[in-house]
């Protein structure tokens, strides 16, 4: 079935320091994947996205490529801020799913400043 | 464009009772979605519309739940009787037609429901 694990949080790093929460997932077909973000008290925003293998997708300093050969969608930064803090999901849709994201349990990120 | 908007964004109410929640998409979006946020659980969808039809609603927990949109301006979720499981951050999202292969979905701020 689909899936999407993600690295276990929380996470707490000082600023500037490098960013990597790993995701995993399981789709039939060719599925896109997503990197979603929640700030406290707000609702989930579109962080990044890639559709096809080998995209990479990339917005406000935060990276990840699309990995097919080990279904991975990892999400990184070179160096985070205070502002950075947030609970992040990893999702996609697969092919044959219509409209369904699958969301992963979503990790916890503390920067200290 | 406002975004989605949701009401209320706080609900305290006992159990027993009567809860709807309400979402406004964002307009000219043809999909509706709903979703449910718990420690426990994580992000569940329960149900999506398109154009305002029910597509997918086998995330509904149980009968007590119901959803309807009456047009495409605005969608509710009603729990009846509310029960304290079911004390959650209810979120609405909202997604253009088009936009193959992917289809970015717009969340709206969330409504948190407390059940005592």
């Known amino acids: 079935g689909n899936s999407v694990t993600q690295m276990e949080g929380p996470v707490t790093l000082s600023e500037e320091a490098f960013l990597t929460i790993n995701c995993t997932y399981t789709a039939t077909g060719y599925p896109s994947l997503f990197w979603y973000v929640q700030y406290p008290g707000e609702g989930l925003q579109l962080l990044l996205k890639a559709t096809k293998a080998d995209d990479k997708g990339s917005n406000k300093g935060f990276e990840a490529t699309y990995r097919k050969e080990t279904t991975s969608f990892h999400l990184e930064k070179g160096s985070v801020q205070v502002s950075d803090s947030a609970v992040y999901f990893c999702?996609?849709?697969?092919?044959?799913?219509?409209?369904?994201?699958?969301f992963g349990s979503g990790t916890q990120l503390t920067v200290l400043p | 464009d406002a975004g989605v908007i949701q009401s209320p964004r706080h609900e305290v109410t006992e159990m027993g009772q009567e809860v709807t929640l309400r979402c406004k998409p964002i307009?000219?979006?043809?999909?509706l979605f709903w979703y449910r946020q718990t420690m426990m659980r994580g992000l569940e969808l329960l149900i999506y519309f398109n154009n305002n039809v029910p597509i997918d609603d086998s995330g509904m927990p149980e009968d007590r739940f119901s959803a309807k949109m009456p047009n495409a301006s605005f969608s509710t979720l009603k729990i009846q009787p509310s029960e304290p499981r079911d004390s959650a951050v209810y979120f609405c999202a909202s997604s253009q037609e088009g936009g193959i292969p992917y289809y970015e979905q717009y969340f709206g701020p969330g409504t948190r429901l407390t059940v005592t």
């Open positions: 999702a996609h849709i697969s092919s044959g799913s219509a409209r369904q994201l699958t």
């Open positions: 307009s000219g979006h043809d999909y």
